[in-house]
């Protein structure tokens, strides 16, 4: 139900220095002496498509090079829970959901928290000291993973959480060390200089996220 996910940058922590001051970049490497031995897992539902895979596929070879022990997984479930988690995800943003061929039906609702419990037992059997749960694919199966990690949830969304879609998917939160809502509207997946400086400043952010969710708990 996870599989390692196919990363094809080649980039890494010395390619992305030259927008960092030397403060920003002392203080990455900082951080990846405090991860040093702890195991970050990001799990994500596709490693090809969409902002998630977009950033992951930069943000996890940059950790790695600093170095940092950090993985990418992915689902490997099929096709009618991304039709549904789909639906979700657009009623999330925004767009209306109402019981009907055009919402998210009861039996949708269902039919999604079952295959979390499925998701879930996979995600217990991951070892990591940190998760990084990606995305409302993940988010009941990730609250409810028996595991000793440390969980952290990612909304990757524009206007996350405002109605009533939010609010049957709020209690899944409660499981999370930390939870962090919000979008990476400056995300762009060009090779170019601005795809480069945005992952600099991002990575910090993430490895500043590891460290403090390692000191809370």
């Not at 195991?39 to 940092?68: C, K, M, N, Y």
């Not at 829970?81 to 209306?96: D, E, M, P």
């Not at 400086?197 to 910090?204: T, Y």
Request: charge should be negative.
């Amino acid at each position: 139900m996870l599989r390692p996910a196919n990363i094809r940058s080649i980039y890494s922590f010395n390619d992305y220095r030259r927008f960092l001051t030397h403060r920003e970049a002392e203080r990455l490497e900082e951080l990846a002496r405090q991860l040093l031995g702890k195991r970050i897992i990001h799990i994500s539902a596709t490693d090809t498509g969409g902002r998630v895979a977009e950033i992951l596929e930069s943000l996890v070879p940059f950790e790695q090079s600093l170095p940092v022990e950090s993985m990418w997984r992915v689902l490997t479930v099929r096709h009618p829970f991304f039709s549904v988690t789909k639906k979700i995800h657009h009623a999330l943003q925004g767009s209306r959901a109402t019981v009907g061929a055009d919402g998210i039906s009861e039996g949708e609702w269902q039919f999604y928290f079952e295959q979390s419990k499925d998701i879930a037992y996979a995600i217990a059997g991951v070892h990591a000291d940190i998760l990084l749960i990606h995305d409302v694919e993940l988010l009941a199966a990730g609250r409810i993973a028996d595991t000793s990690a440390k969980k952290v949830f990612f909304m990757h969304a524009d206007e996350p959480f405002g109605n009533k879609v939010s609010m049957r998917l709020l209690p899944c939160q409660e499981g999370y060390y930390l939870s962090f809502l919000g979008g990476d509207s400056l995300w762009t997946d060009a090779e170019d200089d601005r795809h480069l400086s945005f992952l600099a400043w991002k990575a910090l952010d993430y490895l500043e996220l590891y460290a403090e969710a390692l000191r809370m708990f």
